[in-house]
């Protein structure tokens, strides 16, 4: 049994056993990590699975079934359960639950990579976190830690419309980061972001963050910190950077544009959406430099492929237009719902997890400014960046967001460095707020978004750049 083989196998199962549309999906994954501490190896993973999982459509209710097992009789079996399950389901009359059409392709695709990330050896890849967390301890770090992680994942797809499509997607990124411990105060540095950055390449993404190039410095900067004066509370000009903002999007912006958390659909673990669907196209989300697309098309992008997990081809797709919200991540199903023509974002992160809508690549295109003009523009404000933690709401509404590190800008210069920045704001007045975007872009990787019940993690992309919102409280109110 070939895998396609064993898909087919499951799809006619579950159309025989009753099913007016089935789709199944075999994934293989291989999975590397390393991690280092204070100059020495501390620990490293590596898994792989292979399995099969299929979806079946019975009048208004879809069945799932899973197993590790590409016999033909294993496929069958979990073909007739997903149909079962869906049957028994059905039973309670639901509203009706149709596809947005989508053309059958008969497909390959895989994402770039020029150097094959479990290729690389070993003691290469540890010799550069070793070398990266001693540098940190040397210049005052008291815990130096570095980490990467490698996901090669391929996927065969077939549904019963005659999709059969075939992906291999390789992710890989990494990232250090420098605490420091004074009296009752500690503080994180990190590089280049608090988990590192990741993209859909290869090993050649973490040989362009040159790590032990920052080592020394994020671990001055996190020593420098335990003294540093605390961020002032009050409303003033706000600059962000670039990897802040991306955590910003990801929070505000990609969840909250979640067709299936708009239909209350993911209500029982992960909250709704502020949004209304009823002012889709007229509702005011931001100021006129915000321009936020959904393009799992970008080249070496976390969120990117070629076809979502339900044989969507991947296609760019405005969410916001100078401002105004304008599209949603969708699945065919709750598109269908939702009166809307389009899906194609929708994802599993295993062979073993039913897919449900999950963001791609969500993000800002750039602006017209540097950041250094930003800054210049700036009578009055603090730039932070870095995320150290965050907080939304279960509708995505009211948030607030704490930084590693924070400058003081004062007539257009950047002053001294400032601990614990924090921010909060109520998302629509707060992008309603933003007045200068960069054009500085970097599409961020977050490879920790959780997000399902059972659990899901997945894989997304943010192109962000820095940008200026005006008159937002900051700091911790005495």
Not at 75 to 97: E, F, H, K, Y
Not at 124 to 138: C, N, Q, W
Not at 356 to 366: D, H, I, K
């Amino acid at each position: 049994m070939t895998e396609f083989d064993a898909a087919t196998a499951a799809v006619q199962a579950a159309l025989d056993a009753g099913a007016r549309y089935a789709d199944a999906r075999v994934m293989q994954r291989r999975y590397e990590s390393m991690s280092a501490r204070n100059g020495a190896i501390e620990e490293l993973t590596r898994d792989e699975s292979i399995g099969l999982g299929v979806r079946a459509l019975v009048g208004s209710s879809w069945g799932f079934a899973a197993v590790p097992d590409l016999s033909d009789a294993a496929a069958r079996d979990a073909g007739r359960r997903a149909a079962a399950i869906a049957a028994a389901s059905a039973r309670v009359p639901g509203p009706p639950v149709d596809l947005v059409p989508t053309e059958a392709a008969v497909a390959s695709w895989a994402s770039d990579c020029r150097t094959d990330p479990l290729g690389v050896a070993l003691s290469d890849k540890g010799d550069l976190l070793v070398a990266a967390t001693a540098t940190m301890r040397e210049h005052g770090a008291d815990l130096a830690e570095g980490l990467y992680q490698i996901w090669d994942t391929a996927k065969w797809f077939v549904s019963s419309e005659g999709h059969r499509i075939d992906q291999r997607i390789r992710e890989c990124g990494a990232g250090i980061s420098a605490t420091s411990i004074g009296d009752g105060e500690t503080q994180r540095r990190s590089y280049p972001s608090y988990r590192g950055q990741y993209g859909t390449t290869g090993w050649e993404l973490v040989e362009s963050l040159d790590l032990a190039a920052h080592a020394a410095r994020i671990a001055e900067e996190s020593r420098a910190l335990l003294t540093a004066p605390e961020c002032p509370a009050g409303e003033t000009d706000l600059i962000l950077g670039g990897e802040q903002l991306a955590l910003q999007i990801h929070e505000s912006v990609g969840h909250a544009i979640e067709l299936d958390r708009i239909l209350g659909w993911e209500a029982a673990f992960a909250g709704t959406s502020w949004l209304d669907l009823a002012r889709l196209g007229s509702l005011r989300y931001g100021s006129e430099l915000m321009n936020v697309t959904i393009d799992p098309t970008i080249p070496g992008a976390l969120g990117s492929f070629g076809f979502d997990d339900e044989g969507s081809p991947a296609v760019k797709r405005d969410a916001v237009r100078e401002g105004r919200w304008v599209g949603v991540l969708a699945g065919r199903d709750s598109a269908a719902v939702a009166g809307l023509g389009y899906g194609g974002s929708v994802r599993a992160d295993g062979w073993a997890r039913l897919p449900m809508v999950r963001m791609t690549n969500v993000g800002l295109e750039p602006g017209p400014h540097t950041l250094d003009e930003i800054v210049a523009a700036t009578d009055d404000g603090v730039l932070m960046d870095v995320n150290r933690s965050w907080s939304i709401d279960d509708k995505r509404l009211n948030f607030q967001f704490g930084c590693e590190i924070g400058w003081e800008v004062k007539k257009g210069r950047r002053g001294r460095m400032l601990r614990n920045p924090t921010y909060t704001g109520i998302g629509p007045l707060f992008w309603r707020s933003m007045d200068m975007l960069s054009s500085e872009t970097v599409a961020w990787g977050t490879p920790n978004c959780g997000k399902g019940q059972p659990g899901q993690i997945g894989h997304t992309g943010h192109p962000a750049a820095p940008a200026r919102f005006r008159d937002v409280r900051v700091g911790v109110r005495a």
